[in-house]
């Protein structure tokens, strides 16, 4: 019997051997599927805590449901029952501006307005950034040259404000990157499609938004009922918790006999396969290969990462109402905060608080502030009801802080990335029976790493079990 081995039992990792384990039963094919994790937990960064009737999540807390593939995979397991959209009567986002919170103007799709009275009567930005913005559609499409970063492509098609004011916050909310340094075609790639197919970001997505069928069931954003391990537990489930080894890490990948690899863990155990998913993080996989490929090893290594910390808050309700809008608001760079945003968690999604009780989630340091992450837990905490105070007005010392600190966790597609991922891939084309799978590589989120992990498994299969 043939054995793939995939190393780091993250949203990737566990999508690539349930891709595996389900194609074998489909086809009736013979394979040994072993899951590897050096945490004794499963699920990445993924990590869902429940403390006096509170759903705390330490790291992310929804994915996007226009991603299909999350979704899909949840169908398939069974579990669609306990997909929990967002609470929309209190939707909304505010933008940090002068030490003042104002509203994201309504149909701006993070950076793009598509409705024009809104943008006009927003106190966000200036009169002449908003005609800035207004005229996009009339800005000429760029053709050839060299790569553009996110902060050229916005500054180009929607001026200076429509960067420092909206894209940057909400960039560093979702990527704790910067801008200037991120590669447009390997972060947004959508956003180049749009503008190399309409000539304009607000042509193409009024296009775009025109013709979808979005589910009456489905808020853009998704979560579950329990929280999002409770997605990494049932995918774990139907895996089989019997191909699971937690608290085992690997060490690295030596080539074995009759084509075949061998994994040796930090415990100095050694396991034969037939091929590997690494679907650990870029500069752990990077360690991992280096005695088989050198070059892979560095190009793997050179994919940056920083480290954020997040910070959930437990307060009586009386002590937020009215303080606490919509689902949260975000920060620039240039307000000179200590935090890049903070998510109101029990107005966002059910069940996050008990009755009377609230729950508001700040996030600290990513590429602005990389110095903060390194700071003690308590230290932390008070920084966020520090920034709490001074924003919001929350006076009130919370009940609870729980804090959870990620160093090194988030992946950067910087530019060059592209160019990184094609190098890494012919490399890859050498070693038959060697994957990667994560968020450093093809599309950051819950649902791009299901589709990259999928996508892995299914090479491995082409490989191992080649049509014909």
Known sequence: MKRVVVIGAGIAGLAAAHRLVE???????????????????????????????????????????????????????????????????????????GSKLHPLPEGVFLMVPTKLMPLFTSSLLSWRGKLRMALEPFVSKRTGGKEESLAEFVTRRLGREALERIAEPLVAGIHAGEPEGMSLEASFPRFKQLEDRYGSLVRGMLTHTKGAVRSPRRTIFVSFKDGLAQFAESIADVIGRERLRLGTAAGSIERGTQNRWKVSTLSGEAID???????????????????????????????PYVGTATVSLAYDAKDVEGKAVGFGFVVPRLEGRRIMAATYSSRKFRRRAPEGKALVRCFIGGSQRPDLVERKPQELADIAVAELADILGIKADPLWAKVYGWPNSMPQTVLGHAQRMKRITSKLEKLPGIEIAGGAYDGLGIPDCVRVGEAAAERILETLFPAG
């Open 23 to 97: 194609e074998t039963k489909a086809k009736s094919i013979e394979l040994d599927v072993l899951l590897m994790e050096k945490e004794n937990r499963l699920g990445g960064t993924i990590l869902t805590e429940k403390h006096e009737g509170f759903v705390i999540e330490g790291g992310p807390d929804c994915f996007l449901s226009e991603k299909p593939w999350a979704l899909d995979l949840a169908e398939r397991i069974g579990i669609t029952d306990r997909v929990d959209g967002t609470v929309e009567k209190n939707k909304g986002v505010f933008m940090m501006w």
């Open 273 to 303: 396969a037939d091929a590997v998913i690494l679907a650990a993080p870029a500069h752990a996989s990077a360690s991992i290969v280096s005695g088989i490929d050198p070059d892979l090893s560095a190009e793997l290594g050179g994919i």
